[in-house]
């Protein structure tokens, strides 16, 4: 029951006087020890909330109690601590429930590898205190309907002792269930900048107007910004005043989250096929077999959609495992810095060139488990294709495939040095 998980003692937090929380958090061990409850609570009823819509408020709620949400926060300023080989297989097994809910936390993972790349900063220590309690970061920075991509035309323009902010964000994933948001603009000098604000602020509108295929409970749509109050203490630089190799890695941790969800979605797929096979689904009317579960085709099948998630896992954690060693470098300063996070770019490159391919391929093998049944809606096994597609939109495999061809025929590492998240 839902009830009894949110009232585990064990949530790591307890409270101190006047609604203010004390931090006590939850080993590391232990919070992935919790996952697998975690998981089966995300997975009920989710094809369902998928057909119906109805965002799931109710499992962010649970979420900030399990500690998933502030592993990676160093111990030095009170955390877990936790690498990314952890994270990944937390938002893949997320996936594997509900890709809409992992998928929704790609903006506070990010703000937890900020933190985590800089526990140090005055940003970090002030922050880590609000994650460790189980707020949640949101926000937005792209627009839509600009002239060219990356165009930013929400400003933020001081009067007197503050500044007000005005614009209009789209691909807000998330942001809907956050208690803060991070938001891009542009300042009166035409230069970037960006704020971090409270969720509930008077003139922040965020809108569940996401019209996607697939990911329909991400969140992902707008956020209105209508002369929005900002102090002075609420700006903050880092985002956009970083160093190149941060920015870099966090652009390899951005697209890699993307590409966990999606290995997520196709455990998914193996489990709906199995369950499926196992229980419901009947031989074909010229099968030698007189079940599915014994006919070699299907049999056949269910291998093939398991190798293809063993592979993506493999792929994902190949990554995982170049990002921990660029996390590490970053933090020494390290003299081949360069030369490292190259690397997690480029095996996160090569990854999501496959990863996207064997993921559709899987969700659609799903089909060939059953006979028209296996296209009922009350299924909702097309939710599978239909999310990895949209996913793969992010990142344009045959874009990935060109600029990875030019580095190795030429040279060229322009995509790479600028950090594009695409």
Not at 102 to 119: K, N
Not at 169 to 176: C, P, S
Not at 299 to 305: A, K, N, S, Y
Not at 366 to 389: C, K, P, Q
Request: glycine share 10%; charged share 20%; net charge neutral.
């Amino acid at each position: 029951m839902a009830t009894d998980i949110l009232q585990q003692p064990s949530t790591g937090v307890r409270e101190a006087g006047a609604g203010r929380a004390a931090v006590q958090p939850l080993t590391r061990e232990h919070i992935l020890a919790g996952l697998p409850v975690v998981v089966a609570k995300i997975a009920e009823g989710a094809a369902e909330r998928e057909r119906e819509g109805r965002l799931p408020y109710e499992l962010f709620r649970l979420l900030r109690t399990t500690g998933l949400t502030w592993l990676r926060v160093p111990t030095s300023l009170g955390g877990p601590g936790g690498s990314h080989a952890d994270q990944v297989e937390i938002i893949a097994s997320i996936a594997s429930a509900d890709s809409g809910v992992a998928h929704a936390l790609r903006t506070h993972f990010g703000f937890l590898e900020a933190i985590a790349l800089d526990p140090d900063s005055d940003s970090s220590r002030r922050f880590a205190v609000d994650v460790l309690v189980g707020k949640l970061f949101g926000g937005a920075n792209m627009e839509i309907g600009t002239p060219r991509p990356n165009m930013i035309r929400t400003t933020l323009l001081q009067e007197g002792d503050h500044y007000r902010l005005n614009g209009h964000k789209y691909y807000a994933t998330g942001a809907i269930f956050a208690d803060y948001l991070s938001f891009s603009a542009i300042d009166a000098e035409g230069q970037p900048t960006g704020v971090i604000i409270p969720a509930n602020r008077e003139g922040v509108d965020v809108r569940d107007d996401w019209d996607g295929m697939g990911q329909r409970l991400s969140a992902s749509g707008s956020v209105v910004l209508d002369n929005v109050r900002i102090e002075a203490s609420e700006l903050h630089f880092q985002r956009v005043k970083t160093s190149p190799f941060i920015k870099r890695h966090g652009a390899v941790r951005a697209q890699l989250h993307l590409m966990a969800v999606v290995a997520g979605i196709v455990r998914n797929v193996l489990s709906d096929a199995t369950s499926y096979v196992q229980h419901q689904a009947r031989s074909a009317k010229h099968s030698a077999s007189a079940t599915a579960r014994d006919d070699h085709f299907v049999q056949r099948t269910v291998g093939d959609i398991a190798v293809l998630s063993h592979t993506i896992d493999t792929l994902i954690a190949e990554s995982a495992r170049h990002l921990d060693i660029s996390q590490a470098a970053i933090l020494a300063n390290a003299p081949d810095l360069d030369d490292v996070v190259l690397a997690a770019q480029l095996a996160n490159s090569r990854g999501q060139v496959m990863i996207g391919q064997l993921a559709l391929k899987a969700a659609e093998l799903l089909f060939d488990t059953g006979g028209g049944s296996a296209t009922a809606r009350g299924r909702n096994f097309d939710r599978h294709w239909r999310n990895v597609r949209t996913l793969c939109n992010h990142n344009p495999a045959a874009l990935r495939a060109r600029v990875i061809g030019d580095y190795v025929i030429n040279g060229v590492r322009d995509d790479f040095d600028e950090g594009r998240v695409f």
